[in-house]
């Protein structure tokens, strides 16, 4: 097998722990002097226009574009201005604000910078595969070089809510179902887009969303209601945004959905009670797209004038686009419903973060050309997208050492994604260029050369289903006139000629993310017609999908020879997917998220509860926790990925069978790399409290290491375990360990492991 240099990203990432937020006693001071001396001059209207953001320019992202903006601006009635890029737009509208307003306060401008800016990277669910942390730290710091040499200060990321329900098209914008990972990567990202101080203008201001809970939304069914106990609130959803917080985030975003019969965006426990007074958290909080006005319909007032005095009382500083703020505060300070020192309040926060980013010193420092020429999309940028998608692939099949393929003989690449420069970067990609994006058939042929004969056929179009090609656009899809039968024949013709079949197929860009649930999410049947025409050849088949979330794939993986989940790996796509293709790269990434056999086992995650009939195995016990029509099982578990190398790991040792507060439990297993390739292995550790004052899941992550191992090689691998691991919200929501009896459980996914008992003393 073919091995390249595993790529040393060309960027420094700094080894401290958290962005301050708190600045220095003679900074602080300084920030306060200047902000008071604003705002005694400011006007009360002043003061209500710096609580609006518009939305101008390239993208929107909800169904209202703001008008009259420049009028508004030179009036200052905007804080904030949503969906503008380029140093030259961004420019233009700065100087309205610091040239043409009475108090020249300059404008924060925002941006869904999601994976990557201009250079995009995969997906987040497809990075959150690698369980790469320095990598994920990384690719948030390109794109906070990227955006904020693009005129952007302000990114609307990371989206840190957990999800266990693939129907939500948004799982594409978050790291899993795991808590724990979850917020390890929360706190990375936060990092690499802040870094430890905005005084170089290379940083942004991260905005932590969705707060909270909207990963929960019942049915998958996206700006849904969410309703959950206080115990599962705080011990799997919370966690993620509170490391956040901690790690320094600057801005906090509220989410669409209802958190205890409220809406988050006029919920005072949630953003006063929890997130101010109880986290600390004394950054910018900004509404979603309109999620004040859309309080009416969720019936917390009959008028505009209602919810907005909702969303001042609930703490939201920061109205995105509704305008809300701006047509009724004035009134509602008059007829003494709100209070001046409300609005006092949320106006110092938003002029703090502007201050804190420099624009008060130099409204313009995010708008230089040349530094934009020199930035974006610079080669060691793309040189990162393309090793963060090589180590977000997963390989979920590989029969017969199917993979690698050699670089020699013919291929028949197959597929309606197989030459397709807009799927690649996927959704939520902002402002990238997919015109600059790379294929597969370009990857191959780059990589491959005149080597390998490729029959290129695309057989299929993502859909050919009227309903789904009338919501998504036809634009989007950009589907072949031909008959499915005649595209289904042309692949079918390649592939009899050719010595193994890869096709390219999954969901368009456009299928998942925002607005993009789905009740089924398995192939679309006009691929899955083309794949079993192709199966019926019999040839060799590897199927490479390319999607935004867990799919139901139970025929393609009993009928593939090998399988490739790629997620929408980026602008360097194709080059990242020939490199694993052909064996440049050894796959090592492992899914973050559950796949079900069936839509019908959702939510279906690793951590669940035992049941009081907990079901065993016997399928013919009928009364147990099981179904009648399909077993429990999953597909793919969580951390499931395999290697063209194999991996093989030995019993669990512990260095002592009992331990007590402020002990350490070393845990250690040995780990062999048995295959004939060198490879990199994801060893994970898991522990499950088997009684407790409340119940307790049957297992949850608390540690992982990423290994290297030659062929042949072995590594004895070391993990730590002490009683802080080992706390959760015991049954009077105290966050603390229980003694008693545990289990840990060592290995390659959360269901392929070994396991040792322990015990935890007082």
Known sequence: MLRKPILLF???VSASSAFSQAV??????????????LMSKMTLDEKIGQLNQVSVGFDVTGPIVSKNVNENIEKGNVGSVLNTYTPDAVRKLQQIAVEHTRLKIPLLFGYDVIHGHKTIFPIPLGLASSWDLDMIKQTATIAAQEASADGINWVFSPMVDIARDPRWGRIAEGSGEDTWLGSQIAKVMVQGYQGNTYLNNDKVMACVKHFALYGAVEAGRDYNTVDMSEHRMFQDYLPPYKAAIDAGAGSVMSSFNEINGVPATGNKWLMTDLLRKKWGFTGLVVTDYTAINEMINHGMGET?????KVALDAGIDMDMVGEVYLDNLKKLVKDGKVQQSQIDVACRRVLEAKYKLGLFADPYRYCNDERAQKTIMKPEFLEAATEAAKRSIVLLKNSNNTLPLKATGSIALVGPLADDHRDMIGPWSGAGDWQKSVTVL??????????VQINYAKGANITNDDWMIKRLGADQLNNDKRPANEMIDEAVNAAKKSDVIVAVVG????MSGEAASRSEIGIPSAQEDLLKALKATGKPMVIILMNGRPLTLKWENDNADAMLETWFAGTEAGSAIADVLFGEYNPSAKITATFPQDVGQIPLYYSHKNTGRPYQGDFTDRYKSRYLDISNDPLYPFGFGLSYTTFTYSDVKLNNNTIKPGQLLQVSTTVTNTGKYDGTEIVQLYTRQMVGSVTRPVEELKKFKKIFLKAGESQVVNFTISSADLRFYDINMKYTYEPGDFKVFVGTNSRDVKEADFKLTN
């Open 304 to 308: 505009t004038y209602d919810v907005a």
């Open 24 to 37: 220095l006693p003679a900074q602080q001071k300084k920030m306060d002097a200047f902000i008071n001396n």
């Open 10 to 12: 060309m960027l420094i």
């Open 507 to 510: 969901e368009s860009f456009g």
């Open 442 to 451: 370009e990857g191959i042929k780059k990589l491959a050369g005149n080597q």
